[in-house]
């Protein structure tokens, strides 16, 4: 065992069925993508509420999509990290597999991840306000460049925004759906590198353990969500998982 040493960890591991894994901010890190909270986290330097609302990409469209571009240009550059191909050689190992993730970075995609259940949307995904026509990175980033006053428009003449959650507006009810529906059959619980402080999505690690799965929480600090865990690994994601899926392997032969 290279981790994992705890006897009702190893018992509940043997006999899982469904893993489900919540990831947050923190597991990109690594890749040098900023997480919002913790050391060096985003929101350290800037205010949410100046950045991440729609109010306030009505009203400073430019500074707003300034950013969000800016943002799209380093997850670009950014690569995934042994933590994400980690959770895409997990999910071959239990019956039945979920990951859940507050991301919006596309990484877990980038490393293999196939049906990824985003709560928070997708960075790289842009979308015109009015009409709904979507644009892919390549796209947006034309639309860009020819932007009058750095504000991007669709052919429609509607604002182009980005195909992410902002602060007051509802998840994808679908996506939410098949979260909790993850969270509430899983044997065992993932919650890795989030700080538990945005909800809907820091409810499902407490309705996973409501539904008698075992918590195991990986994070570089304690969090909120630290009391109801059955397990804490602290330290780097990236470090962490590996070790953590080859004990997992050990115990559980693939499905
Ligand atoms: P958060 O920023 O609130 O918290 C990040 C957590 O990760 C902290 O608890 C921190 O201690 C931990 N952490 C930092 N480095 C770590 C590492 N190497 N290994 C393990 N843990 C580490 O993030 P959140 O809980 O996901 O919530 C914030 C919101 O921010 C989410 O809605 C998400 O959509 C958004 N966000 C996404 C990205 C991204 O897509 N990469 C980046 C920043 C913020």
Not at 1 to 15: F, N, Q, T, V
Not at 70 to 83: A, D, L, S, T, W
Not at 149 to 172: D, K, Q, T
């Amino acid at each position: 065992m290279k981790i994992l040493s705890d006897p009702s960890a190893i018992e509940a591991i043997k006999k899982t069925k469904n893993i489900a894994v919540l990831t947050g901010a923190g597991i990109s890190a690594e890749s040098g993508i900023p997480t919002f909270r913790g050391e060096n986290g985003l929101w350290t330097k800037l205010s949410p509420e100046e950045l991440a609302s729609f109010e306030s990409f009505y009203q400073n469209t430019a500074v707003v999509m300034e950013w969000y571009k800016h943002r799209q240009e380093v997850i670009m550059k950014c690569k995934p990290n042994p933590g994400h191909y980690a959770l895409n050689e997990l999910s071959r190992l239990p019956e039945h597999f979920d990951l859940i993730t507050q991301n919006i970075d596309g990484l877990h995609q980038r490393a293999g991840s196939r049906d990824v259940i985003e709560l928070h949307g997708n960075l790289l995904e842009n979308y015109c306000i009015c009409c709904g026509q979507k644009y892919s990175v390549e796209e947006f980033d034309e639309v860009f460049k020819n932007a009058i006053n750095h504000v991007p428009r669709c052919h429609c003449g509607g604002l182009i925004r980005p195909n992410v959650v902002w602060f007051g507006e509802a998840l994808p009810r679908e996506n939410l759906d098949m979260a909790y529906n993850a969270a509430i059959h899983a044997d065992v619980f993932l919650s890795v590198g989030t700080s538990g402080q945005v909800r809907p999505a820091a409810d499902l690690p407490i309705l996973a353990k409501q539904g008698g799965a075992f918590l195991i929480e990986i994070n570089t600090q304690k969090t909120v969500l630290s009391g109801e865990a059955d397990l804490i690994l602290q330290g780097n994601s990236g470090e962490i998982l590996p070790q953590l899926v080859e004990d997992i392997k050990t115990l559980l032969p693939k499905a």
